[in-house]
């Protein structure tokens, strides 16, 4: 699950233009050194952004495809610590659909917008650190292993 994370993590980064989409080939590459050779890396997929007639921009709804809980829940997490948003929420419109309404409704005028990407970037700050804390283990475990045979 956590490698399913980042990689859909990353790929609304491109989409929202906080990663170069050049940098994807990379991060394919990397995946597939990392996951087990089953494991296939999703493309990027490119979500939209959808504000409400007469909303202002501390109010607005990001729809995010191809995406679920695994995601939207720990976004949300992330997105609430911040002290100015009001409320912060999503839903999946449908079981059968893979599309994630992400609410954002901010205090004193400030644009939902920016506590997106913050949780964007918090949340891909928490993923690295997972994955490099289980990447240390790993080596270590391995080194262990050869030292005993």
């Known amino acids: 699950m956590i490698w399913t994370c980042a990689i859909s993590l990353f790929s609304v980064r491109v989409a929202y233009g906080l990663v170069p989409a050049c940098q994807w ?3 394919v590459s990397k995946c597939k050194s990392v996951l087990p050779p089953l494991a ?13 007639e007469g909303a202002d921009e501390g109010c607005i709804t990001f729809v995010l495809h191809e995406e679920d809980h695994t995601l939207g829940n720990s976004l949300r997490y992330l997105v609430m610590k911040n002290p100015d948003i009001e409320f912060c929420g999503y839903s999946i419109t ?7 309404n992400f609410r954002i409704q901010t205090r004193g005028g400030v644009p939902a917008v920016e506590p997106f990407r913050k949780g964007l970037n918090d949340l891909t700050d928490v993923c690295q650190h997972v994955l490099n804390t289980f990447q240390a283990r790993v080596k270590d475990f391995k080194g262990q292993s050869e030292a005993m045979d």
């Open 40 to 52: 296939e890396c999703p493309p990027p997929v490119f979500s939209s952004q959808v504000q409400a």
């Open 25 to 27: 080939k990379s991060a």
């Open 94 to 100: 449908h079981p059968s659909e893979s599309k994630i």
